[in-house]
Nanobody, 114 residues
Framework: QMQLVESGGGLVQPGGSLRLSCAAS????????MGWYRQAPGKQREFVAS???????NYADSVKGRFTISKDNAKKTVSLQMNSLKPEDTAVYYC????????WGQGTQVTVSS
């Protein structure tokens, strides 16, 4: 069983930055593929970034070069550094942990607006 709690969302102007964090509780955290997904109003949840292991990272085309995912196995956290934010990045961002089962956090709102 894995419980996930996101933090760090908020309101930011276009071009600004935010850093999301996800704290995990549960065993074998280092074995999990950790990821971030987002869901904008009226749209389906979509993939943002994932980190299957320490050296490999995957990103959606829409965030490549702007977002960076990182994982700290000792602290059981995964972070998403978001730079050069755009209004279209506005969404609820969800942390995901996947091994055999998949677990989700409750989400954190990110709003990019002037």
């Amino acid at each position: 069983q894995m419980q996930l709690v996101e933090s760090g969302g908020g309101l930011v102007q276009p071009g600004g930055s935010l850093r999301l964090s996800c704290a995990a509780s549960g065993s074998s955290f280092s074995m999990y593929t950790m990821g971030w997904y987002r869901q904008a109003p009226g749209k389906q949840r979509e993939f943002v970034a994932s980190i299957p292991n320490g050296s490999m990272r995957n990103y959606a085309d829409s965030v490549k070069g702007r977002f960076t995912i990182s994982k700290d196995n000792a602290k059981k956290t995964v972070s998403l550094q978001m730079n050069s934010l755009k209004p279209e990045d506005t969404a609820v961002y969800y942390c995901n942990a996947r091994l055999i089962a998949s677990y989700w956090g409750q989400g954190t709102q990110v709003t990019v607006s002037s």
